[in-house]
């Protein structure tokens, strides 16, 4: 999954930038995620 990648990422390099650029993917998946859900119960 793309935020296990990107968690990685930063353990590694520990750079607080990688740790921002995850932050900013995860808030943008869940928001994405929550629409998608929204979109599924509408639909039905």
Avoid at 6 to 12: A, D, I, P, R, S
Avoid at 17 to 40: G, Q
């Amino acid at each position: 999954m793309l935020l296990d990648f990107v968690w990685n990422v930063f353990k590694t390099t520990g750079s607080i930038d990688s740790y921002v650029l995850m932050k900013e993917i995860e808030e943008k998946f869940k928001s994405e995620t929550a629409e998608n859900v929204m979109r599924e119960e509408t639909e039905v």
